[in-house]
């Protein structure tokens, strides 16, 4: 497959997805309170396009906040586990006990603690960004050979170059990886925390439609949520490409 030509498959797999959705429509009868046809919720997209827009804004600033902030965790996280045995064998178990908790769960906690500020959503968005790249970053830190630390030690590098010179860069696709996984849950996370409470919001607006059965409009929420996540994605992915110019095909 020539590179010119690779942007095409993805379009055409969501040409199929979007035929199939039409062919579902119409084969089983589906009624349009249920699932409307793809036309309907284009419509719905347009016409309610400054809605969707002003909607769209809090959630995008939570889910962007929430990824810088849970990253940064994270990333602080790791860095502190893989120079400190002993603080790694009290605290990790604890970060992981802490991820078992259903995050629907933690957010009235959060709200209680915040209030129905931007806070408690970007926290709970941050708290789904920061265990993936905890681990992730934790695993590409540790991904250094024997002989490349004994190297390290002969040319007499200091801890901190050895971090940024050798365990850094080989972090890295570990990071990135993260960060692909962070950049889509924490629009999930922030719309998660609108479900329990909030005054504007994607999450908001994809309860009020659903209990006031404007079924277009729900389905336009949900695709207008998807494309926020797909933006923040592809700002990683052209990150990636950027930063690790170095990794092989």
């Not at 992981?96 to 769960?105: C, D, E």
């Amino acid at each position: 497959m020539r590179p010119s030509l690779s942007w095409a498959w993805p379009v055409i797999g969501l040409l199929s997805l979007v035929a199939l959705w039409q062919a579902v429509i119409i084969g089983f009868q589906v009624r349009p309170f249920i699932a409307p046809d793809p036309l309907t919720v284009v419509h719905a997209l347009w016409d309610n396009r400054q809605l969707l827009w002003h909607n769209i804004q809090p959630t995008a600033v939570e889910a962007i906040a929430g990824f810088f902030v849970g990253n940064g965790i994270g990333f602080l996280l790791a860095t502190i586990f893989v120079h400190s045995q002993r603080l790694r064998a009290i605290y990790f178990p604890v970060v992981v006990l802490f991820n078992t908790i259903p995050i629907i769960a933690l957010s009235p906690v959060l709200i209680l603690v915040f209030g129905l500020s931007m806070s408690s959503k970007i926290a709970i968005a941050a708290i789904i960004c920061m265990f993936p790249t905890l681990v992730n970053t934790l695993r590409g830190l540790e991904a250094v050979s024997h002989s490349e630390m004994e190297l390290m030690k002969i040319m007499s590098a200091s801890p901190v170059e050895v971090f940024f010179r050798l365990r850094l860069p080989r972090s890295l696709p570990f990071v990135f990886t993260a960060l692909k996984i962070a950049a889509t849950s924490s629009v999930i996370g922030a719309i998660v925390s609108e479900w329990v409470g909030a005054e504007s919001g994607i999450g908001m607006l994809i309860i009020q439609s659903t209990f006031d059965y404007r079924t277009p409009l729900l389905y336009a929420s949900i695709m207008m949520s998807s494309a926020l996540a797909l933006a923040m994605f592809g700002a990683v992915v052209l990150a990636e490409k950027y930063f690790v110019k170095w990794r092989t095909a």
